[in-house]
Nanobody
Framework: QVRLVESGGGLVQTGGSLRLSCAVS????????MAWFRQAPGKEREFVGV????????YYADSVKGRFTISRDNAKSTVSLQMNSLRPEDTAVYYC????????????????WGQGTQVTVSS
């Protein structure tokens, strides 16, 4: 059974930084495309970024480009989301998602999800 577990969320002030991690078990991590999404109260789940299987290529939503960085460690089966220059509008539950075949930007394309971790940015 594949399991994704996020960690690292919390409360931070505007302009601060947080690093989220997602640990994957139950499947060969290097076969998975890994993505981050977020969902604020009353809003749809929103694409944040994605990284390919070997970690060389990444793609980000315009709203986070230049502030957020996705990386992965295939030896440790983890993917990370480094978030800098955080803004109140970044407040959301952040989810990692995985799929062996897709590198899409829509949440419907991903079949594997973590439980989410709350990120709150105070103004």
């Amino acid at each position: 059974q594949v399991r994704l577990v996020e960690s690292g969320g919390g409360l931070v002030q505007t302009g601060g930084s947080l690093r989220l991690s997602c640990a994957v078990s139950g499947q060969t991590f290097s076969t998975l495309y890994m993505a981050w999404f977020r969902q604020a109260p009353g809003k749809e789940r929103e694409f944040v970024g994605v990284i390919n299987r070997n970690g060389i290529s990444t793609y980000y939503a315009d709203s986070v480009k230049g502030r957020f960085t996705i990386s992965r460690d295939n030896a440790k089966s983890t993917v990370s989301l480094q978030m800098n220059s955080l803004r109140p509008e970044d407040t959301a539950v952040y989810y990692c998602a995985a799929d062996p075949q897709t590198i899409a930007t829509t949440h419907q394309e991903y079949g594997l999800w973590g439980q989410g971790t709350q990120v709150t940015v105070s103004s």
